[in-house]
């Protein structure tokens, strides 16, 4: 599974209400296309996003079967269908970047959390998720980013509340706006 990752903001003035039902109203228009390869879709509201100068704003997460999927998700989102619901928050959005990023050990949760941190230098990876396979047992998620396509640190460990790493990792509590999807 894949997760294709976007962060993003209200243009300066834009009311959050508004920006919120206009995301929430795309949104919609997209799960309700159908798209067999989107196998979920939660949106997080965030106090400060790290990688766009520490603004407030929001953090999509598109749960993908495969990279293939990446253009079918592209295809629907800016398709006629969907245009005018695109295009309507499109022109509310301010600055945003994006990522995509691979399920590394357990299974997407609705996370509370999120742990974004660097495997140590010198160590393996395999030695690095064994370290981590202890919080995947109590409900946690790992995923790693792929072929450097993100602002991210590497690694995203989704948690069901807040706990402890081995590691230093940036803490970013997440307030779910929407509901997952299947």
């Not at 300066?12 to 920006?19: D, I, K, N, T």
């Not at 022109?91 to 996370?111: E, Q």
């Not at 660097?118 to 946690?140: H, I, N, Q, R, W």
């Amino acid at each position: 599974m894949l997760a294709y990752v976007f962060w993003h903001v209200p243009r300066p003035g834009s009311v959050a209400r508004e920006y919120e039902s206009a995301h929430g109203a795309f949104h919609g228009a997209l799960r309700a296309a159908g798209v067999r390869s989107l196998h979920g879709l939660q949106v997080f509201r965030l106090d400060s996003i790290p990688w766009l100068g520490g603004q407030a704003g929001y953090e999509d997460w598109h749960l993908l079967e495969d990279s293939a999927a990446l253009d079918v998700l592209d295809r629907a989102a800016v398709s006629e269908a969907r245009r005018e619901s695109h295009d309507r928050i499109a022109a509310l959005a301010g600055s945003g970047t994006a990522g995509l990023y691979g399920l590394r050990l357990g299974r997407a949760i609705a996370p509370a959390m999120a742990y974004w941190l660097s495997k140590p230098d010198g160590m393996s990876y395999a030695a690095f998720e064994a370290s981590l396979k202890p919080l995947v047992d109590t409900g946690c998620t790992l995923w790693g980013r792929r072929m450097t396509l993100g602002p991210t640190p590497e690694f995203c460990l989704h948690a069901p509340a807040e706990c402890e790493l081995p590691y230093p990792a940036l803490a970013l509590s997440l307030s779910p706006v929407s509901s997952p999807s299947p």
